[in-house]
């Protein structure tokens, strides 16, 4: 199983070096030179990742304040950092035992969310796990509007994963779900 572990940033010099958003919480053993990690985009970047690598080796990384910055073999100029911009990075899960109340992205991608202070009204498709410093949130795509919300992904909000029905059972707080949408 593959987990998402970053998302390549802008460029940083001329060098091919990236900067990345990190969704991992080791990332010293994530970009540690040799390290290979495979390469989806999102779709609305598909297209122009044509003729774009599949998979990048990292070369190195350094941290500038809390930025990461990475170095890949497969990019080694400015021009090449700037057309991987915005790709997802993904790296095989650690074989670690999860807790009750843990899980994998990967577990959780393409689950339907159900409001079931709404009669189980479907909500949307799970589209990303994002981990956060006080709580990690869900990214929701609400069906048929193109829209992304997020929603804390805590208890008192998402009680329940349901994997065998493929479904996030949700209490939100009155209006959460209304966030960003246009009256």
Do not use: C
């Amino acid at each position: 199983m593959s987990v998402r572990i970053a998302r390549i940033g802008k460029p940083h010099g001329v060098r091919g070096e990236v900067t990345v958003q990190l969704f991992t919480d080791d990332p010293e053993s994530r970009f540690a030179p040799g390290s290979s990690l495979n390469v989806q985009w999102p779709q609305e970047q598909a297209d122009a990742a044509a003729g774009l690598p599949e998979a990048l080796t990292a070369a190195g990384f350094r941290w500038n304040k809390k930025v990461l910055i990475a170095r890949f073999e497969e990019i080694t100029d400015r021009n090449r950092a700037e057309e991987m911009r915005g790709a997802q990075l993904y790296a095989q899960a650690h074989e670690v035992e999860l807790e009750d109340d843990e899980w994998h992205q990967d577990d959780l991608l393409g689950l339907m969310a159900v409001d079931t202070t709404r009669g189980d009204r479907e909500v949307g498709k799970v589209t990303a796990l994002i981990p956060g410093a006080a709580q990690d949130l869900l990214e929701l795509e609400v069906g048929g509007e193109r829209r992304r919300i997020l929603i804390p992904f805590v208890e008192e909000i998402v009680p329940e994963v349901d994997l065998e029905t493929g479904r996030v059972l949700l209490t939100p707080p009155a209006g959460l779900l209304d966030l960003g949408a246009e009256d």
